[in-house]
């Protein structure tokens, strides 16, 4: 499973942001999702979850209300839509993907490479 994240940039507070990660090597329907961030100096999070049957999802209580996980199965890629940024959700964003029907796996076992976002005050 390859994993290719984009859409990150320099944004303003309040602003909004979708990020895509689009997948090759395996379908989504064979596969439950993960955005993670990782902000300097801190250690990696999951920021919210998918299942493969899009049924199911999971986020951390620092964006509920303000990001949603989304995903598009004839594009095989999954979104994250950022509304009202925070100079605190400043973090390189990875997507993740691993098999079974879950929001909360132990282990995810492909990552794309990250994309930065940077949310100024």
């Known amino acids: 499973v390859q994993l290719q994240a984009s859409g990150g940039g320099v944004v303003r507070a309040g602003d909004s942001r979708r990020l895509s990660c689009v997948v090759s090597?395996?379908?989504?329907?064979?596969?439950?999702m993960g955005w993670f961030r990782q902000a300097p100096g801190k250690e990696r999070e999951m920021v919210a979850a998918?299942?493969?049957?899009?049924?199911?999802?999971w986020y951390t209580d620092s964006i509920k209300g303000r990001f949603t996980i989304s995903r598009d199965t004839a594009k095989n890629t999954v979104y994250l839509q950022m509304n009202s940024l925070k100079p605190e959700d400043t973090a390189v964003y990875y997507c993740?993907?691993?098999?079974?029907?879950?929001?909360?796996?132990?282990?995810?076992?492909?990552w794309g490479q990250g994309t930065q976002v940077t949310v100024s005050s």
């Open positions: 993740a993907a691993t098999f079974g029907n879950t929001v909360t796996p132990t282990v995810y076992h492909s």
């Open positions: 090597g395996r379908t989504l329907n064979d596969l439950s």
């Open positions: 998918i299942s493969l049957s899009g049924g199911g999802t």
